[in-house]
């Protein structure tokens, strides 16, 4: 594990998951799985050596620990990808209050459960979210040594040339960095799955056509 993405949800976290995948690091975005037990409170004495097959792991839930993470993988950095606020608390609320709402825990258990952990609350809040994501932030600078830390705006314009000298790495030269987001992918996703699923409640509800007479 060489990366720990301490980044909230909605900061270019995803655009800096396709960065580091084409820099060639094996990258996990949004895990919803190895620190399942964590996040439901059922491990006493958690381990947070889940990712030795990774090189990074980004956005919640592993940003929500990334102190432990940092711990548990001491030769890791961290970047802290960070967004202008209000435009980070309207593009949250849209997401989780409109594109993908969670009124109650049965229609994801996992993300109802995670969003309540990070932010109070599933359905977003302005006030209780934007102190949270202040919080959170602060948090990451006060903890993290500066040399282990990069703090990437993407949404502002930030890119090869901020995250390339971090990781010691050339900047690609024919390549642009990733915007995973930009145009409002995330809406254009939901809008394609809604459709999905009105297609097949449509074929679900169709009659069986009768067969036809051939006498």
């Given at each position: 594990m060489k990366i720990i993405g301490a980044g909230l949800s909605r900061t270019g976290t995803k655009s800096l998951a396709h960065?580091?995948?084409?820099?060639?690091?094996?990258?996990?975005?949004?895990?919803?799985?190895?620190?399942?037990?964590?996040?439901?409170?059922?491990?006493?004495?958690p381990d947070f050596h889940r990712y030795d097959d990774l090189d990074a792991v980004l956005d919640l839930p592993a940003a929500w620990y990334f102190e432990e993470l940092l711990a548990a993988y001491p030769e890791s950095r961290c970047i802290l990808t960070i967004r202008d606020e209000d435009s980070w608390w309207k593009s949250i609320e849209?997401?989780?209050?409109?594109?993908?709402?969670?009124?109650?825990?049965?229609?994801?258990?996992?993300?109802?459960?995670?969003?309540?952990?990070?932010?109070g609350s599933a359905r977003a809040e302005e006030q209780a979210y934007r102190a949270r994501y202040r919080a959170h932030n602060r948090r990451v600078l006060a903890t993290v040594p500066p040399q282990r830390?990069?703090?990437?705006?993407?949404?502002?314009?930030?890119?090869?040339?901020?995250?390339?000298?971090?990781?010691?790495?050339?900047?690609?030269?024919?390549?642009?960095?990733?915007?995973?987001?930009?145009?409002?992918?995330?809406?254009?996703?939901?809008?394609?799955?809604?459709?999905?699923?009105?297609?097949?409640?449509?074929?679900?509800?169709?009659?069986?056509?009768?067969?036809?007479?051939r006498g």
């Open positions: 960065a580091l995948r084409l820099l060639g690091y094996r990258t996990l975005h949004f895990d919803r799985t190895r620190l399942t037990d964590i996040v439901e409170g059922r491990a006493a004495e849209r997401q989780f209050n409109t594109l993908s709402p969670l009124p109650t825990a049965d229609r994801d258990p996992f993300r109802f459960r995670l969003r309540t952990l990070v932010y830390l990069l703090v990437m705006d993407i949404a502002g314009g930030a890119g090869w040339d901020t995250l390339c000298p971090f990781l010691g790495l050339p900047i690609p030269a024919a390549t642009a960095f990733p915007h995973a987001n930009a145009g409002g992918g995330f809406a254009k996703l939901a809008r394609a799955r809604l459709r999905r699923m009105v297609r097949g409640g449509l074929r679900a509800i169709r009659p069986a056509r009768a067969p036809r007479d």
